[in-house]
């Protein structure tokens, strides 16, 4: 029976496209990874949002400054006045507390749990040797997986942007619509390139908690070595953000296209590494 060929014959798997079967398996991948992720998404989301929305409301309080600075002495206000966020307006408050800050760290750590576990987590489970064997290429399986997990990812930085710029809106600061459309397209550029490290890690390292940890470790490290000079464009905050997007709301082209290619080199040096591997 045609049936029979498709699920245990060799020759009939060159012809899943044509019956059907290829794609209904690579749906079920995706609802599988959404099944396994989902409550990862949502408290991802929840807590961004959250974030978000506290960091725009604090704007209307903290806009006149701290009270009784008057009182501080000279050389401790001087210290005080460098760490405050930058108040001129609303987008440079939103881009140095929000898209440069809050939302690129705890995003990355978003980042680091989804993708992290995409496939160490398989081998850790002992899953990998069934879920690497089924019909379907390592390829797509790798496809399915980044696919919805990037999704999720991508899903809560628009959910939480959308918390952040909702508290300006309440506190009377509404942000430039381009500014913000700018800022979120650098945010998820940046937070693709660190799923991708996470997804590297995850076929390298066969432990998830390792992986995550790995992953963690290395963006710490290029930002710790970003502060100096000569490393400057180490910093994950230079290679794919700009600070000229407050006054010039227009994508950069440079850290677009360095985020994007770095992300496209980590994912196929991924797929190749995961084709050698034996489970």
Same mark, same amino acid.
């Not at 998404?41 to 929305?53: M, N, T």
């Given at each position: ?89 609303? &987008? ?9 800050? &809050? ?131 180490? &910093? ?44």
């Amino acid at each position: 029976m045609p049936g029979a060929l498709c699920s245990t014959c060799n020759r009939c798997r060159s012809m899943r496209s044509s019956c059907g079967l290829w794609r209904r398996d690579v749906k079920a991948l995706m609802w599988k990874e959404l099944r396994e992720n989902r409550l990862k998404i949502i408290v991802g989301c929840v807590l961004l949002s959250i974030i978000g929305l506290a960091v725009s409301i604090a704007y209307r309080f903290l806009e006149g400054g701290i009270p009784g600075m008057a009182q501080i002495p000279p050389e401790y206000a001087d210290l005080i006045k460098k760490l405050m966020p930058d108040f001129s307006n609303v &987008n440079a408050y939103l881009y140095s507390q929000w898209f440069s800050k &809050n939302l690129q760290q705890v995003g990355a750590i978003l980042a680091i749990v989804l993708l992290g576990s995409a496939v160490a987590g398989e081998r850790e489970l002992h899953t990998a040797i069934f879920l690497f064997s089924r019909p379907v290429s390592r390829g797509m399986i790798l496809a399915a997986k980044v696919i919805v997990l990037f999704g999720g990812l991508v899903l809560a930085v628009l959910v939480s942007t959308g918390g952040a710029v909702l508290g300006a809106i309440i506190v009377g600061k509404a942000p430039q619509s381009a500014f913000v459309l700018a800022a979120t397209l650098h945010s998820v550029v940046a937070l693709i390139a660190f799923a991708s490290l996470a997804t590297l890690l995850s076929v390298l390292v066969p432990d998830r908690v390792k992986a995550m940890l790995f992953s963690g470790g290395v963006i710490i490290v290029l930002s710790v070595a970003g502060q100096f000079k000569p490393f400057h464009w180490l &910093n994950p905050l230079a290679l794919f953000g700009s600070s000229a997007l407050i006054q010039h709301p227009v994508p950069q082209l440079v850290p677009v296209v360095v985020g994007v290619v770095l992300s496209a080199c980590m994912l196929g040096i991924s797929y190749y590494i995961l084709q050698q591997q034996e489970f």
